[in-house]
Structure formats: C-alpha cells, structure tokens
C-alpha cells in the first residue's frame, strides 16, 4: 500500500514536471501576440454584435474605410503571421492543416444550422480564418514535402527560406492584379480566393485566401530563420510582468478554443442580458 502511495505521488510530480516543461518551452512573444490577436477579435466580434445583432446604434465606425482598411487588415496580419512562424515548429503539418479544415468545415455547417433553426437574423460562415489557415497550412505542409526540410542542412533550409519570402510576397500583391486584369467568372473560386460574393447573401467574419496566405508564407519564413533553436528572443518578463501577460499568453496558446468559444458565449450572455431589460432584446 505504501509503495503504490509513493509511486503515485511520484508519477504526479512527474506529470506536473511535464507540464511545467511543456509550458517552459513555449515562445513568449508568439503566444502573446497571437494572444493579442484573438483579444482583439473578440473586441470587434462584441461590437458587431451589439450593432446588428442587438441593434444599438453604437460603434458606427467600424463601417469607416479607416477601420476595415487601416485597422483590422494590422490585426489579422499579426494573427495569420505568426500562425505561419507557429507552423515552421510543428513537426505534422499536413495532419494539422486537415484537422483544422474539418473543424472550420463544421463551423461553416454550424452556422448555416443556427441560421435555419434560430428566427435570428444572423450571417453564415462560408470563408473565415480557420478556412484560411487550414488551407495555408496544408499547402506550407506541401511545400516542406517538396524541400524535404532538414535541420542540419542550412543550404536546403537558406534556399527554403528565400523561396517562402518569395512566394509569399507574391501572392500578396499577384493575385488580386491578375484578377483585375484577366477577371474570374468563377463563383466558388471568387468567394475562395478573394471574398467576393454574390449580391444579397448574409455573411459573418467572411474573409479570402489572398492575400493571407501570402502572410502566412512570409511568418514560416521567419519562422524558419529567426526561431530556428525555437527559443525565446526576449528575456524571461520575471514575475509581475508575466502575470500582466499571462490572460494574453493563455488566450494565445488556446487560440481555436477561444476562437470557437468566445462567439456563442459572448451572445449566449447578451441573450441573458436583453431577457432582464439591461439592453433591446434580439
């Protein structure tokens, strides 16, 4: 008795030390930016939905060109890049790529699901940023098949490296101008690759594979080369700054779950709130 008693508290010490360790070789500054991110998407969400799903007539600016040209584009930049430096880590990208496409698969079911059932007056999700990084991930987990990435050899990972600046930079800028100049007739291929969509059709979070996979691309790239020990480039922030930190690092290492969440939580207590008065019911 008294040994299985040992050998448990052994085994417990042992997983903590595990933990511990797995949370120690977390890069600060991606998880915080990324953290940061998805902070701030849930900010806008929120706004949305106290626009036009409640009705208040607050937040008139996000319908600005400042706003949808100058202050989201930063934002999602900032998510989809270091998403591509998190994916220069991962030694499966192909599994997670296909995983994440089944989940945003799903989103896009789900959404279509409330608004068929709900009498709410509510988009669907046909492209939104799971689709886009689902998709980006798959074809950099293509790319590493074609280069066959290796540690040890810098000459192949350098070549990599200066293929993925390339490539990247192009599909920022490559996609869009061919469109305007040749055009796309494709339905499907426009709401993929460049969110256009037909008059009429209600859309929540709608986003295009371009230019995003483009940053994508361009953060493996980084990835590739400024996080190639997959250290920490910023000295430990000690204690009292990492407690400040620590609700943004959470919310970056648990980016889809928060992302997936937050959404019907945040409407769920909206929902709570109109039932007792505190705003208009939707």
Do not use: C
Not at 133 to 139: C, D, K, T
């Amino acid at each position: 008795m008294g040994e299985l008693f040992f050998l448990g508290v052994y085994e417990y010490h042992k997983t903590m030390e595990n933990e511990l360790t797995r949370k120690n070789n977390r890069i600060l500054e991606i998880d915080f930016l990324r953290g940061m991110a998805v902070f701030l998407m849930m900010l806008h969400h929120l706004i949305f939905d106290l626009r036009y799903i409640v009705g208040l007539d607050v937040f008139a600016f996000q319908e600005t060109v400042w706003f949808q040209d100058y202050v989201r584009p930063p934002v999602i930049s900032v998510f989809i890049i270091v998403s591509g430096i998190s994916s220069s880590f991962s030694r499966n990208n192909l599994k997670r790529g296909i995983r994440l496409l089944i989940a945003s698969l799903i989103l896009t079911g789900g959404s279509l699901l409330v608004r068929y059932f709900s009498q709410l007056d509510l988009g669907v999700i046909i492209f939104n940023v799971f689709h886009v990084l689902a998709l980006s991930i798959v074809f950099y987990s293509l790319l590493e098949k074609l280069y066959q990435r290796r540690e040890e050899d810098a000459g192949r990972r350098f070549k990599f490296f200066l293929f993925l600046i390339i490539l990247g930079s192009l599909l920022i800028f490559l996609p869009e101008l061919l469109r305007q100049r040749f055009g796309l007739n494709s339905i499907l291929l426009n709401i993929i690759f460049f969110a256009r969509y037909p008059e009429g059709v209600s859309l929540l979070d709608n986003m295009s594979l371009f230019p995003w996979l483009g940053f994508f691309l361009l953060g493996a790239a980084f990835g590739l080369s400024l996080y190639r020990e997959r250290k920490s480039l910023l000295p430990d922030p000690g204690p009292k700054l990492g407690k400040v930190l620590a609700p943004f690092t959470f919310m970056g290492r648990n980016a889809l779950w928060v992302y997936l969440l937050h959404q019907p939580i945040m409407l769920a207590i909206l929902w709570l709130l109109s039932q007792v008065g505190l705003i208009p019911r939707f």
